[in-house]
């Protein structure tokens, strides 16, 4: 039937009509292979796109996991960093107590700490310097070793008797002689004084204020320091009225 439709239109031209029959059955070739391609491309463009959002969600969930233990790893050292950091701070804070005067014997920084007293083996003890540290006020002193449980600024009236000026001695000389002046709202109410008997490398001392040296009303009090007649900084404290 096409060949009869090309003799019609083109009478008496043979060769013209099969070359134009090469370039229809061309075209229509042409226009089969891109009706068949386009459901191809149809269907492939939704797939592509869903396997790119599935690798990126996968890249996605990688990158939070790997934030997470990133985040997990700063976290744990900071913490590490913050406790070594703390712990260093303690040390060197203990350490300016050991700054010598000239003599060997005044130390004119003192640290006060809130826990107990530092243990012996944290020193080194084999240069044979005096040293005075963790001086401050405390309520509560082991009746053995002399050594404080912890160190106080604020007391309450009526709930304590007594009050030391506590500390601890590194290599003690015998005859070391401590004195304390207790002052309340600037005026000497009362004054201790201790002897060291014999030499000691470690060495707690407590120096008492009690109820019955002097009212312990509520105010400002100090508690000016010296060692053999060498002064420390003083050591302030209050005592709050019992409401």
């Known amino acids: 039937m096409l060949m009869d439709t090309l003799m019609a239109v083109f009478p008496g031209q043979r060769t013209d009509r099969y070359i134009v029959l090469v370039r229809l059955i061309g075209v229509v070739s042409f226009i089969f292979v891109l009706s068949a391609c386009g459901p191809l491309v149809a269907v492939d463009a939704p797939v592509t796109m869903q396997a790119e959002m599935i ?52 130390v004119r920084r003192q640290a006060v700490t809130g826990s107990g007293v530092m ?19 405390a309520s509560d002193i082991d009746p053995n070793s002399r050594c404080f449980q ?24 015998a005859g070391t002689r401590i004195r304390v002046d207790w002052l309340m709202d600037g005026q000497n109410v009362h004054q201790t004084t201790w002897v060291a008997p014999t030499f000691s490398e470690y060495q707690c001392f407590a ?18 320091v010296s060692i053999n007649g060498e002064p420390f900084d003083p050591v302030p404290f209050s005592i709050l009225n019992n409401m």
């Open 55 to 106: 690798t990126n969600a996968t890249e996605a969930a990688d990158l939070r996991a790997q934030g997470d233990r990133v985040s997990v790893e700063a976290l744990a050292t900071a913490e590490a960093a913050q406790t070594q950091a703390a712990s260093y701070l303690a040390y060197n804070t203990f350490l300016l107590a050991t700054v010598q005067a000239g003599d060997g014997v005044a």
């Open 119 to 137: 243990a012996r083996e944290m020193f080194d003890l084999s240069d044979g310097q005096m040293r005075f540290l963790q001086i401050g006020a």
């Open 150 to 173: 912890s160190h106080r600024n604020l007391f309450t009236q009526g709930q304590v008797n007594t009050i030391y000026l506590s500390g601890l001695a590194l290599n003690l000389q």
């Open 207 to 224: 120096l008492p204020l009690t109820s019955g040296d002097a009212p312990l009303n509520a105010g400002n009090w100090t508690a000016a």
